[in-house]
DNA sequence: TTACGACATGTTGATTTATACATGTCAGCA
DNA sequence: TGCTGACATGTATAAATCAACATGTCGTAA
C-alpha cells in the first residue's frame, strides 16, 4: 500500500502524469521504493476512482495529469501521522552474507571489494546530490528540503554498508571446526 | 528467487523441516528478508521437485526435514558467486521522509523521535548479539561467524538510520516560499 | 516526406508475497 | 480421560509486483 500513498505524497507537489510519475519513482525513488509503469498507471486508475485524485488536464499525445483532490491530502496526512511505519527491510546483500561460510576465501574477498566498491559509489552519488542540494541548486522549497533529508539517509545508509564490507573483509576467514564441536543440527522434537 | 537460494542456504547448515526454517526466517531472517510459511512450505516443495534438496526424514506429528543434494549445493554457490546481487532497497521509513514537508514541525518532530527510538533499540539489539556471539555463546562454527558479520551489518545500518533520523530532527523547519519562486510545476511538455 | 526516437498509456500473464482458513498430532497436566 | 497449547503442514484466495507485449502520438532532422 506504499506505493499508493507515495503517488499521492508526489501529487501533492502538484499535478502530474503517470509518465512523470514513473520517472520520479525510477530516478529518486528507485533505490528507496522500486516501482514500475504498469504498477503506477494501474493505481492511479484505482485512485481516481477512490476520488483521491482526478484528471487535472489532458495533453498531447494522451496525456492526462492528474492533481491531488482534499481527500486526497487528507489521506496522506493520515497516512504519515497514524499508519504505523513498517520497518521491514529486505537486502539482498545480507541475506547473502548469512552464507558466506559457503565461499572459498578468495571468493569471499573478491566479492566483498565488489560490494564495498558499489556501496561506496552509491554513498558517493548521494553525497554529491547533497552538495548541489547544499548550494541551492533545487532551490529551497520544502520539498527540497524533505528530499535533502532523505539524501542524507541514503549518504548514511550506503557508508554504514560500505564500511561494514570494508569490516568484513578484515575478519579473519574461520578455521572450521577448531577442535570444538560443530553446530550440525538433530532434527529438533 | 532469494528466497529459493536462502532456503537452500540454511539447509548447506543441515537438515532442517519448515517448521523449523520459518522460525529462522522470522527470528534471524525477520529483519532483512521476511518469509511467511505457506512460501516456504510452497518453495520447499518446488526444491523438491527441482532435486535440489530431498527428505532427510519424517518426524512425528507429519514432520518432514529435508536435506540438500550436491546439487543444492552447487546451486547455493553458483548464486553466490555468479549471480549478481539485486541492491534495490524497500524501506518505507525514507519512502516517508520524502513526504515530510506534508507534517506541522510538531509531527514531524514526534515522527522523528518515534523513528530514532525503533532505529537505536534495533542497533542495541544487534549490538547485544554481537557481543554473545564475541564472547563465543554460540561456537565458533564458520556458519556462526557468517553470522556475526551479517550481525554487524545490522548494527552498523540501524546505527545509520538512527544517526539520520537524529541529524533530521536538528534540520531547521523550512520557511515556505521564502520570497523565492515555488516549486509548483506546470505540466512539462 | 518519411523515418526515428522520445513521449505516453495501457493490457496480459506470470511470479511473488501476504492473509486467512483448515487440519491434524502430540505432550503434559488437571 | 479430556483439555490445552505448541507443533507441523498445508490450501485457498487475494494483493502486489514484474516482464513482456501492444498501441499510438508528436517533434525533428535527414
Known sequence: MSLRHGLLGLL???PASGYDLTRRFQETLGPIWPAQ???IYAELSRLADAGLIEVDSRGPRGRKAYRITDAGRQEVRRWLTEDEVDHTLRIESLLRSVFFWLL???ELTE???QEREFFTKTAEQYRRLADAKDR?????????QSIR?????????FQALADWAEWAATVPPATPEKGRKSAKRKPAD
Do not use: D, F, M, W
Open 104 to 106: 572459498e576465501p578468495e
Open 149 to 157: 533529508v532523505a539524501t542524507e539517509a541514503g549518504i548514511k545508509l
Open 136 to 144: 541551492g541548486e533545487y532551490g529551497n522549497s520544502v520539498q527540497t
Open 111 to 113: 566479492r566483498l571489494a
Open 12 to 14: 501533492a507537489e502538484g
Open 37 to 39: 509503469h504498469p504498477q
